[in-house]
Every structure is written in structure tokens, then in C-alpha cells.
Nanobody, 113 residues
């Protein structure tokens, strides 16, 4: 069974940091690009960061220089390190496996003072 499970969300003050983790099971992790998306209330889902099977990374302009995506193929995990968080980063963050078109259930990130 293909499954993605996110963790690490929470409430943080503006300027703070959070680390999101996505653990995969039931897939050949090393062959698939992995993405982090986010969806804020009333807004469309948007891609935040992508890491290819070869390790190339891509970022949305809104998070460049603040977020870092990485992967551990041995642990079947993809990480999103988020620094200098802003209130506009508040959203549900979802992990996605491209090759399998599979989504995690999401984890809430709230940036507020």
C-alpha cells in the first residue's frame, strides 16, 4: 500500500523555523521526484518545493532563500526546512510523490504572533 505521512507542523511566531518530514512506504522511493505543496483557506493548492530523483531542487519564488527541501533515499523521507516564516506561509502542507501521484494527509503550519 502506497502511503505518505507528514509530520512536524505546528504554531510558530513570525521569523521562526519549522521542519516538516514526509515518510513514504509502499513505493520505490529513489525513482520518484517528491514535492511539497501547500493550501491555505480559500486558495488553490500550490507547489512549494520539488526535489527530483537525482537531487535537483526547485522552489516557488515566494519561498526561495527561506525553505530547503532534501531527501534521504535510505530512510524514504523528504524534509522541508522552513526558516524566516511569515504569516502568509500559514497553510496545510502536503507531501506528493510524482511517479505514483500519491498525496499525504497534510500537516498544518500556522505562523502567528
Amino acid at each position: 500500500q502506497v502511503q505518505l505521512v507528514e509530520s512536524g507542523g505546528g504554531l510558530v511566531q513570525p521569523g521562526g523555523s519549522l521542519t516538516l518530514s514526509c515518510a513514504a512506504s509502499g513505493i520505490i522511493f529513489r525513482i520518484t521526484a517528491m514535492d511539497w505543496y501547500r493550501q491555505a483557506p480559500g486558495k488553490e493548492r500550490e507547489v512549494v518545493a520539488t526535489i527530483t530523483s537525482g537531487g535537483t531542487t526547485l522552489y516557488a519564488d515566494s519561498v526561495k532563500g527561506r525553505f530547503t527541501i532534501s531527501r534521504d533515499n535510505a530512510e524514504k523521507t523528504v524534509i522541508l526546512q522552513m526558516n524566516s516564516l511569515k504569516p502568509e506561509d500559514t497553510a496545510v502542507y502536503l507531501c506528493h510523490a510524482d511517479h505514483y501521484n500519491t498525496w499525504g494527509q497534510g500537516t498544518q503550519v500556522t505562523v502567528s504572533s
